[in-house]
């Protein structure tokens, strides 16, 4: 119930992100995006598709992404990591890849998913960065969004509150010969 | 004995696949292999070889598992991983390798399993990937077997089931701009 | 001359993607993106800049690129690799990175883009994928302009007839037991 | 004309492996499969198919290939080498999988080929292996035709001639304190 | 109070060496760079900047670095990197870089941080070797410093008590044909 | 005093082999070189000693070894990993490298200790070989010695009895389809 | 003769900065260290040395280097490239370490170079970073001379011309929608 | 003929080493062995085996190569690289193993040698490097050869006249500020 006073438009809300997941054990890695996402209010929907299991749905669901409302897609995989790639075929949406470290530390589906052959590009983040891959997917919506786009710098200004508060914890580190 | 109730034909099964390791610590991985096999009722062998420390054993193994009904072979082997290369140069039966996460990440295993010379070929699967050792196997010997061939497409089949599990579990997942 | 003549706005074009590199060495690879945003018919302009050499320049153009009307920005670069972090660090337009393959096979410029801390994300692409990137940059820009949405679809079709022709060729290999 | 006095069956011939490769830049490393089917007289047929830019026609042609009556399918494929596996997900055939050499040492390919999920395997060989997956593909069609069975076993056998020349070859090697 | 009893001219000190991280994350890794200066009596200064999060900082930091009296720097960064080869970038006072492992076993880090293109060294350490970046320094301060050299000297002997130490120990290993 | 009781000649044994190692963190590792040594009834020593912290002594050493009667000599090394290829630089003796795990997983160990340059060879055995070493230490002691030949020839016989207990272990694993 | 006119006082210098290198082979990467520091109008010696095949060279080199007024060794070497820590260990001295790319791309050597135990650094520059390692050394040199200091800011100012030439001739590059 | 005169004996030999390659194409590698056991006079024979195509071959050749007087044998081999562990399971003589360069820059041929399970040691050189190889099993033998010493010793100061000419080349390279 509490949900619906902090946001009630929900019910009319349309996705705008995509994000998707081969399995809820990506789940811990995967919801940084959501998080960043909800930040940015920018809705968004979740859902798992294995590029290996359910090709049928996966096809559906790139092939009917924009008519859908989707401007861009986040999809997370590991090892093989083919699910990013496979719908970035499938759409002329833009799907961010975000490699997930399930073997090999990673190495493997990073690899799976940066090295697209021509035509097909998939934008990778680095291994877990489903971070980074909510804001990339901010900043591609705020292209044509002023408010996002604001947002988005503001966003980035807030990083810098990180560095302050680490600084001040730096000051009481103590050494005799520490200047400052 | 309610063992023999389950598969009272026990006693007169040939074993069709053979699954071989080289030491009991591989058993943990090499299982996966085994309950696949045994989820497809295929009859099956495990033994415990090696390349190094019982080179007539293997000999002897591989050159007479075809005529012992063997059909597919299955070797797992970590770090420099001979085992199944080694069968492989003295059978004609295909052999598939599970390269074992024991140093490396795997990464020596695989490679030392994958890449055979010319003109002895071992199936390779990924690191710990017996599981997956066990469905090819099946899919090797479904190549003359309608009933198999059916078995492993309701296999295939039942794969979808984990993500639309997979997608329940995610409905719970909750955001003010989660869509669905 | 005859090049008015085949675009005659190009005087009161303004670029909408920026494509950087670090030196002229990297123009073979990067050149392929501006063949791609020239076929979409995307304005753009091709410039050197160096994080390391020219800093005060880097953060003159990133600081100044939303302004000036860019939406999409590409930058190459081999090695260490940092140009495409550090204008990504400063704007919030989506930044692309091609690492280029200068040493290592290009190992090190992946993982020197890819791996970018959370909250500054570079959108990578294959190693030398420089086609992709301008692909990527279309698609970007297409978010919001069903014209060039429109143009990105029928490119993804046109992927198809290489195959095609593929197949075409692939029909003269001769074999006794070649069946097509 | 002279090539279907060689084989005058030709035109009844049914193809029992398939080959599938995404480009013809693929050829000279694939054609070793092909020489090796041809040379068991097992009728294959050889086709170009891209994941990533046929998805439709790899789909149409993974599920019908088991009632146009393949037996085993093998693709290769370079970089982030999606083919193999997303055929694999659309049959129950058993897939072999050749990783090309087109990037980083084909080290790529033979990750994004090999570390498939659980539930999906891909056959994997060696870097441009591909004489060795029609091998495989021959050892596997063997598993019911003991005809075939007996073409591999001589095929191995023949192998050891290489090393009969070899030795001989190295014979006329000479050094003072060299006995043999 | 009793830390300027130890050490009552801090307040006059001025820093010498300026370790530089971009995180309070890497401060258990960065504090052996701390402790060996301490030890050395050389008066250094612990700053977070970020090469992507405040990248004003930085250039302000790296130019006013010399006039401030810092000798060298020792920047400390993970994953991309990039903090290292910023600041070499805007300034002439020799910058040693740590690559932190925080992902890839800090193999992404190391070349990030080694791999400079030509005209900006950085000076890299191992992966997490904050104590040498440490030395390191003093070696460089040493250079016009003769009392620091006999520091650095008499540094090197005492890392030989420490073998000594260990043979003490393995003198207490117990084998009946150990002969020492 | 039971320790003389059991090897009574203790006082008057000369060491023929020598396991050096850099630090005795490193101890665990080493150990099982000892134990191997100690079961073939070889008179050995340990000792610690560092390329870096104490190049005299390791000259010293490997200056000495010859005529103290050493007649191979096995060096652990993690990291950068000089050690047995400096004392290799300095004897004509055998010298048996173990790469030790302490970074990236032993790479960087086993790459510095294997790639030596033409002239100095290191034996060089697996990451964390240890027991290896001692085995191929015992070996090369062997080829002037028959009953240490026997020893060892007995010692790869008795490899076998752990496939044969594994055996036994594996025939309690229980499925429906085992058919052993 | 016409050298001597250049620098008449040639025969007074004292060589300031030591590059060392383990043969001739390496002299076309290492050269690059000697013209940069020709450039700065640093003295300098070249010396062919080697870790293994002439340690008490090496030994008498390095110990002897501070009173022969050598202010920083630059160490080149590819494979185990044991020379630049066996240097280090031996002077307290600032050693510069190149990684020269002989095998493995240079991965060997940067590894052997980079990973120095705790104690021992060596400032490792990038893969043949001759150039680099030369800048370095006098980056070192400039923190105790302010002309040197001059002289190196200039050069890094002057790298920027590099780029302005590179944005000249990108501005020769024509594509009808390229705006500048 | 005149080969008889230099070594007249040579109808007596018989071989102390074995080298063993799987092809002729590694003969360009491994005859650097052969050159340096022919420098030392080392009787030795060179023979084409394969793990794969002659494993029955490669049995006998290992279990009698102690009793046909080999003291060390020397096994060359790339890719999954079986061959050395293969002939050091069925041997209590030395195994050296040469991993030659033929696919991943040796990268395979390494691990696949270097990282055999505990029991069976095999002494592994460094990639493509026979010469090593030759030099270790010299080494080997000469622990029960005192003339062999000499001539080890001999050839290891033989090395330092390398790095003599070396220097002498180097003093022809002319700059300015070069001080020797």
């Known amino acids: 119930l509490s949900f619906y006073l902090l946001n009630p438009r929900k019910n009319q809300m349309k996705a705008k992100v995509s994000i998707i997941m081969g399995s809820t054990s990506d789940l811990p890695v995967m919801e940084k995006a959501a998080k960043v996402l909800n930040d940015f209010k920018i809705p968004f929907e979740i859902n798992a598709l294995s590029a290996h299991r ?9 092939k009917n992404a924009k008519e859908n409302g989707i401007q861009a897609i986040i999809a997370g995989a590991g090892m093989a ?3 990013p790639g496979v719908i970035a075929a499938m759409t002329s949406i833009p799907v961010i ?14 690899l799976s998913i940066a090295q697209m ?9 680095g291994i877990n960065g489903a971070m980074n891959a909510g804001i ?3 900043q591609i919506l705020a292209v044509g969004d ?8 503001e966003f980035k200004e807030g990083l810098k509150e990180k560095i302050v508060k680490a600084n001040e914890e730096l000051s009481t580190v103590k050494y005799d010969y520490k200047t400052n």
């Not at 890849?97 to 990073?110: C, E, Q, W």
């Not at 002023?146 to 710098?153: F, G, H, M």
């Open 81 to 83: 990591a083919h699910l």
């Open 54 to 62: 359910t090709p049928e749905q996966v096809e559906k669901f790139a």
């Open 97 to 110: 890849g975000v490699p997930i470290k399930a073997s090999l530390d990673g190495m493997d589906a990073l």
């Open 146 to 153: 002023e408010n996002l786009q604001e947002a988005v710098i």
């Open 117 to 125: 052959p021509p035509g097909i590009p998939v934008a990778t983040v």
């Open 136 to 138: 990339l997917a901010a």
